[in-house]
């Protein structure tokens, strides 16, 4: 017999009418309660409490949410300017303890590879390397395995580009449409065990995105890639396995736990509709800059603390922490070991790493979460039947719905609608001008380009996958 079965159970109605009480409203006085809703930007209108109740028609508790691996992959990213000092600073990350190395930036020959992996056990460490010539760097790689005779079957490693993402940022394609996507289908090819479809939903993040537009076009996007490929003759089974979505996590707080989770369960309907299951999603989470402060910078910390925790809780596979000063595109040695630190801190001292799938049976997380998959769900529908995701990327359709979005949320934080602690409020008062550079320069840090250049002029067949989802 368990203690809780001596007491009776509070029903929500129970809860309701207490709150009215509380906050002296007459009995049945709904008007009490609503002015204690509010709406968040994605249109979910938060109640004020939620109980058990409120998961009797849920979804989300229908799906199992767990991952593979309880820790999760503490990943540093490298840019590579110089192939020397990238070496260098991914010795030292790793020595202070980051297990995965991320390098952004182009290889261009064997020995840059050879100088840029020197004294990094790559058996043991995660490697990802993302430029725009991925079967190159593929080519580099196993060769660099093969000549240090080193197995992998126990390899974390991952070899990408995000053709069609990077359309969208850059304006322009790689070579052309055609090349890009082919070049796409030969590394995926590989018999490898590795990942090769990069889907940024980080771009859409950083240029200001709601949390149901990051996943409804990530997911848009990643059928693009899955509907090419699979013409190209590779199995869906391969091309799942293959994909790695990289979210970026704001510091609404319960809203991203509850955005990894939902994008765990939007991947699952997606891979039904193929006929596909079991491939569980691959998921890299990196802390979002459309909140940094540029000048009372310590403040990040606090919000990339909180924010890789949504993302721990929320189930990513790996976590990026940006460094506290990096919104001037720059960060120090000191800001590096801070963003390194402040996962041991989670992992270690928190044991996050310990329980697998924390928030499961929260009514609040759940409920968000379902609501998320609704809304996202209808959006990826939208989508599809527009043509899908590349045709609504080249007619500015997915451009224009992000800048309307960005410029609303930038005009609440402007007005003092919305807050941001040491940027509109409590800001440093010896510092007015910094405040209004501060304030004006919130959100839409990276802008997603209308593609002029690459309209569609002729008719996109509907290739949508959601039909019957």
């Keep these: 017999m368990s203690l809780f079965d001596e007491f009776e159970g509070t029903t929500?109605?129970?809860w309701y009418d207490k709150i009215i009480k509380d906050l002296k409203g007459t009995p049945g006085d709904a008007g009490v309660i609503e002015k204690l809703i509010w709406k968040s930007t994605e249109g979910i209108e938060v109640q004020p409490f939620y109980t058990s109740e409120?998961?009797?028609?849920?979804?989300?508790?229908d799906f199992n949410l767990?991952?593979?691996?309880?820790?999760?992959?503490?990943?540093?990213?490298?840019?590579?300017?110089?192939?020397?000092?990238?070496?260098?600073?991914?010795?030292?990350?790793?020595?202070?303890?980051?297990?995965?190395?991320?390098?952004v930036g182009n290889i261009n020959s064997q020995n840059e590879l050879n100088l840029l992996l020197k004294h990094i056990e790559v058996s043991i460490v995660g490697i990802h390397f993302y430029n725009s010539n991925p079967n190159k760097t593929h080519e580099f790689f196993s060769n660099y395995l093969l000549n240090?005779?080193?197995?992998?079957?126990?390899?974390?490693?991952?070899?990408?580009?995000?053709?069609?993402?990077?359309?969208?940022?850059?304006?322009?394609w790689k070579t052309n449409e055609q090349a890009d996507l082919e070049?796409?289908?030969?590394?995926?090819?590989?018999?490898?065990?590795?990942?090769?479809?990069?889907?940024?939903?980080?771009?859409?993040?950083?240029?200001?995105?709601?949390?149901?537009?990051?996943?409804?076009?990530?997911?848009?996007?990643?059928?693009e890639y899955i509907n090419y490929l699979t013409e190209k003759g590779l199995k869906i089974e391969e091309v799942a396995k293959k994909i790695t979505f990289h979210f970026g996590i704001g510091s609404n707080y319960f809203f991203e736990i509850a955005k990894i989770r939902a994008a765990k369960i939007l991947w699952k309907l997606i891979l039904n509709e193929y006929g596909v299951i079991d491939i569980p999603i691959n998921i890299n989470s990196t802390t979002t800059f459309t909140n940094f402060a540029c000048f009372d910078q310590h403040n990040n910390i606090l919000r990339?603390?909180?924010?890789?925790?949504?993302?721990?809780?929320?189930g990513?596979?790996?976590?990026?922490?940006?460094?506290?000063?990096?919104?001037?595109?720059?960060?120090?040695?000191?800001?590096?070991?801070?963003?390194?630190?402040i996962q041991h801190i989670l992992k270690e001292e928190t044991f996050l790493g310990k329980v697998n799938d924390i928030s499961k049976g929260a009514y609040y997380i759940e409920s968000i979460t379902d609501e998320l998959v609704e809304k996202s769900l209808a959006l990826f529908k939208e989508i599809e039947q527009k043509g899908g995701f590349l045709a609504n990327i080249k007619n500015g359709l997915i451009q224009d719905a992000i800048q309307q979005v960005a410029q609303n949320e930038q005009q609440l934080f402007v007005d003092g609608k919305k807050t941001l602690l040491g940027v509109n409020k409590h800001q440093n008062k010896n510092n007015q001008e910094i405040n209004k550079i501060e304030t004006k320069g919130l959100t839409n840090n990276i802008q997603?380009?209308?593609?002029?250049?690459?309209?569609?002029?002729e008719k996109i067949e509907d290739t949508a996958v959601s039909a019957k989802i």
Excluded at 54 to 61: A, E, M
Excluded at 304 to 314: K, P, R, V
Excluded at 448 to 457: D, T
């Design 54 to 61: 409120n998961l009797k028609q849920n979804k989300s508790k």
């Design 448 to 457: 997603i380009k209308v593609l002029q250049q690459v309209r569609f002029s």
């Design 12 to 14: 929500h109605q129970q």
């Design 304 to 314: 990339t603390t909180t924010e890789a925790m949504s993302a721990i809780i929320g």
């Design 183 to 223: 070049e796409l289908a030969i590394l995926t090819k590989s018999p490898l065990p590795i990942k090769t479809i990069s889907v940024n939903g980080l771009s859409f993040n950083n240029a200001g995105a709601t949390n149901v537009q990051e996943l409804a076009y990530s997911f848009s996007q990643a059928v």
């Design 66 to 103: 767990k991952n593979s691996k309880t820790v999760w992959e503490n990943r540093f990213v490298v840019n590579i300017n110089s192939i020397e000092e990238a070496n260098k600073k991914a010795l030292y990350a790793l020595s202070r303890g980051a297990d995965a190395i991320q390098f």
């Design 148 to 172: 240090n005779n080193i197995k992998l079957s126990n390899l974390n490693y991952s070899i990408s580009f995000d053709y069609i993402g990077e359309l969208l940022v850059c304006g322009h």
């Design 316 to 341: 990513a596979n790996s976590v990026s922490i940006l460094p506290f000063d990096s919104a001037f595109g720059t960060s120090t040695e000191f800001s590096e070991r801070i963003a390194i630190n």
